[in-house]
């Protein structure tokens, strides 16, 4: 299955990166229980604009974002023809019940209050230093195991 973004970006042309940004700002809606757009929450926080909605999340609040993403994933590949046939005003209006059920699920399961263990700036600047050293490693760990050729004078 393609990750999500490439999904709306394949799925509705020229109207997919901005149906994508609804979708994401529908899902850190849904995540974290405010109602304005992501960049409003992002100021209203506090939060420097290059600092990603994933970023601040604590580990619970990633393994939301997760399923929350997974779940408008599936939905739109689920339905991909009938959406495509939709409005873009009826799309939003199913993206917005399907942010509202994650949302009343995420309540009722005690997840309501992710908004209140955001990390701050510091902490998910070091996270995100250290996943991103990790990978490096991992990299070249894969690197050097890849088999070496041997040149062979003729």
């Given at each position: 299955?393609?990750?999500?973004?490439?999904?709306?970006?394949?799925?509705?042309?020229?109207?997919?990166?901005?149906?994508?940004?609804?979708?994401?700002?529908?899902?850190?809606?849904?995540?974290?229980?405010?109602?304005?757009?992501?960049?409003?929450?992002?100021?209203?926080?506090?939060?420097?604009?290059?600092?990603?909605?994933?970023?601040?999340?604590?580990?619970?609040?990633?393994?939301?974002?997760?399923?929350?993403?997974?779940?408008?994933?599936?939905?739109?590949?689920?339905?991909?023809?009938?959406?495509?046939?939709?409005?873009?005003?009826?799309?939003?209006?199913?993206?917005?019940?399907?942010?509202?059920?994650?949302?009343?699920?995420?309540?009722?399961?005690?997840?309501?209050?992710?908004?209140?263990?955001?990390?701050?700036?510091?902490?998910?600047?070091?996270?995100?230093?250290?996943?991103?050293?990790?990978?490096?490693?991992?990299?070249k760990l894969q690197q050097?195991?890849?088999?070496?050729?041997?040149?062979c004078a003729a």
């Open positions: 299955m393609p990750a999500f973004k490439e999904l709306i970006a394949g799925g509705f042309g020229q109207t997919g990166s901005k149906l994508y940004a609804i979708a994401a700002n529908h899902i850190n809606q849904a995540v974290l229980g405010f109602a304005q757009t992501t960049t409003n929450f992002k100021k209203q926080q506090q939060l420097p604009r290059h600092i990603s909605i994933p970023d601040i999340l604590n580990m619970q609040g990633q393994v939301a974002r997760c399923y929350a993403e997974t779940c408008f994933q599936k939905f739109v590949s689920d339905n991909l023809q009938r959406l495509r046939e939709l409005s873009e005003a009826d799309l939003i209006k199913e993206f917005a019940g399907l942010k509202l059920n994650l949302r009343q699920g995420f309540v009722s399961t005690g997840m309501g209050d992710l908004q209140s263990k955001l990390l701050t700036v510091a902490e998910a600047k070091k996270r995100k230093a250290d996943i991103e050293l990790q990978s490096r490693k991992q990299q050097a195991e890849q088999p070496k050729a041997i040149g």
